[in-house]
């Protein structure tokens, strides 16, 4: 026998590679009357081009089978040898070929071969130790049925799966052999009777037909076979039986599934940046892949994005947040269904009952009881140990045990308690569970349930992080946005913000600001970006125009302020980066109100005019009260911080009971549609401008966000505009004559009287008689009192001059500079705005708490 130096090849799984034997079946004659799949792709020939003929054109140099056998060593009745055979197109194929004899008949199949490539064999002694290990410890199971699918001969693999030996199984039938059993190949027959009854029937081979199920001598866990089937026939035709070959790749199996499962938690586990979900998909995972129940406790706090302490090295109370079954679910401690004996395709291998054969099924175990959403184990328990100790606890019931194990179900016979830690902390528990249906936590799941609840672990951190962080957001922005906005005379309004679905708060905002002269101040704007930074620049961004706006500066004027203060925060990041060595250019550092859009409009409602300006916003949606709708050409400014071009303000007329929309691009764009689609279908929402403003809000948002908040913010201020009654506001022109202060007196007096406002009289002709006279004495050009009943009572001066008044604290020696001291001290608020043709000076008393204006 010469000893062959081979190529390593892909299926190379030592020097012989028996996994991938070739199987043949021969009569008294050496006619070949089965032949195996894998001695196809061995050798070359089909099927219908071997069978029914002699074994002899497979061997290499012109040899024979029969006078050879005297040459094979082993027993009488199983021999091996190391044989060249001739492949289809020529070329020698090296094996180890082992023959089994399967009857002393002349009729019918009375030899099998079994024949395996050769890899590189280094010595005599090593290949016939493998040759005779092919011949009596194959893990090759081979097995021969007859037309009736009733057992005629099995080889030793095959004989070791029976609880009796081979000679008195002979006869039984196959499916009495392997009772309860199941084809796990897809679109296979469910049985493996069915199997070979449609390979007798067609002549069809199968291949690689996956079987789980239980050996009758393993009465404890399945197995699972790689199983090839093929149909025995002589050379007449004749159907003799079907020849089955079976590797027990339980091993593989489990591996596979145990990887599958890790893959799937990969994917599936940490979907979302949310506490419950993530828990919840833990236990997806885990039931009934991995165990007949799972159980997850967290740490109180965890959900509301708390930090844990250091360790949980006691069992103190934790939160119940999810039990699964494979027969119920329960979230947060309700009650589920312990498994009973089934189990599904994806289920872990079990000790089950036989299914057929008389096997008589377990009875299931019992419902779980309710468990309370606040969770205590026990010092002894394995979760109590698992918690302190920081590491997995196992804890299992003897095979006789009756007595249920600590802080488990009654049907648990596996305890497994893996605590999910992350960055050194312990955020919770989880607990395995499995029953008498399953087989026992060996060392390779162990280690699987550790890599699982590491997942789990880190991906609850993660969304506990974030959950903290958007708790935080949300607060800022809630403090920051308006809650209330009190009622104004000028405008009816109602909002609506929606943060980004992702982000969960973003830096969109709205703002109504009430100004002097019962004017109004409308803002909306758009930070770039999402979280905490977002959200604390749009509130740095909404005090400051707050503030710009207190100072009554127009739109233009007003953008431009906020703009510079944009840029210089820029510069002087951009100096900090240089100081300090680091690259230019964009950073994590960089203010996000680089960028940011805004529109800013001031309302009238003595004049209905509306002053808007925009910094790179979307303009706003006007309806007027006959239904014209209209999106006005606004000059549009670029957005704050890029510089460039001025802004500039439009003057919109606006009748009163016009409706007036504005908005950030995240409502009206989507994945899905652009702006002018968004636009379009906001329009049809503001026909029905008629509707009460908290309707249209509604309707709004149910029309163009219909899934809820998008990929982006969206705020929405609509403002229904009133204008004051000519009855509440009077003008008075004066000359630059001191005269005009006593008129000037006597003209609020009587307007007051006619307002039924006389108790206010005495402070407010002390106000227009101090205010004049400043007027008359430091400005130029025409004078203008107005007295405005809103809802206070307000008092204005006008000149001509630009000069800022101030207060100042006048010495006993002064004969002046005490006037606007006493206006500052007599009145509530009070103020200066500047326009074009000079400047005002305000005043605001409160009005008696009966009085209020008239709107239309």
Partial sequence: MNVWNAKDSVYFRGPLDVTRAATAVLDARGWVVGWSPAAEE?????????VGHSVDVLFAGGRSWQPGL???RDAPNVRSNAVDLKHQDGHI?????????????DEGPAWVVVAAELAEVHDWEAGQAMLRGLATQSPISLTIYDTELRLAWANTASGREFAEPVEDVVGTLSQDLYPGGEVLTEGAPSTLEQV??????????????????????????????????????????????????????????LAQRRLALLVRAGSHIGSTLDVARTVTECTEVSVPGFADAVVVDLVEGVTEGEEPGPGQTRPEPLLRMARRSAGGVSEGGGPGTPPGGGRGP????????????????????????????????????????????????????GPDEEVPLPEAEPWAHSVLAVPLRARGTTLGLVTYLRGPACARFDTDDLSLAEEL?????????????????????????????????????????AHRYLPAHLAGVGGDWFDVVPLSGARVGLVVGDVVGHGLRAAATMGR???????????????DELLTRLDDLAEQTSEEQTLARRLSGRPAGPGPDDDPALGVTCLYAVYDPVTGRCSVARAGHPPPAVVTPDGTLTFPELPSGPPLGLGGLPFESAELELPPGSLMALFTDGLVMGKDH???????????????????????CDQVIAELLPEGPAADDAALLLVRTHVLDTREVAVWELPLDPAAVARARGLASRQLDSWGLADLSFTTELVVSELVTNAIHYASGPIQLRLIRDRSLLCEVSDAGHTTPHLRRATSEDEGGRGLFIVAHMVQRWGTRYSPAGKTIWTEQNLPPADAPRTY
């Fill in 674 to 696: 652009d702006m002018e689609l968004g636009l379009e279908r906001l329009g049809r929402v503001l026909s029905g401008h008629e509707k009460p403003l908290e309707e249209l």
């Fill in 93 to 105: 194929v090296r094996s180890a070929t082992m023959m089994s004899r399967l009857s002393h008949g």
């Fill in 42 to 50: 061995m050798l070359g020939y089909r099927s219908d081009e071997i």
């Fill in 196 to 253: 070979m009854r449609d390979v007798l029937a067609t002549g069809e081979p199968v291949v690689d037909l996956r079987y789980r199920g239980r050996p009758p001598a393993d009465r404890e866990q399945d197995h699972v076979w790689s199983c090839s089937y093929y149909r025995l026939q002589d050379a007449r035709g004749q159907t003799l039986g079907v020849c089955e070959d079976a590797f027990d790749v339980t091993d593989r199996y």
């Fill in 453 to 493: 609840a590491a997942r789990t672990a880190v991906c609850i951190d993660n969304a506990r992080r974030y959950t903290r962080e958007r708790e935080a957001a949300l607060a800022l922005q809630r403090d920051l946005l308006p809650r209330n906005i009190p009622p104004q005379t000028a405008v009816e309004v």
């Fill in 70 to 72: 005297a040459e094979w």
């Fill in 541 to 555: 961004l909404r005090t400051s125009v707050r503030a710009l706006a207190r100072l009554d500066y127009t739109p």
């Fill in 346 to 397: 994806k289920a872990p291998l079990r000790r089950r009952p036989r299914r057929g054969g008389g096997g008589v099924p377990a009875a299931a175990p019992p419902e779980t009881p309710p468990a309370e959403r606040r969770i205590t184990y026990a010092e002894e328990s394995p979760q109590a140990r698992s918690l302190a100790s920081g590491v997995r606890v196992l804890e299992e019931s």
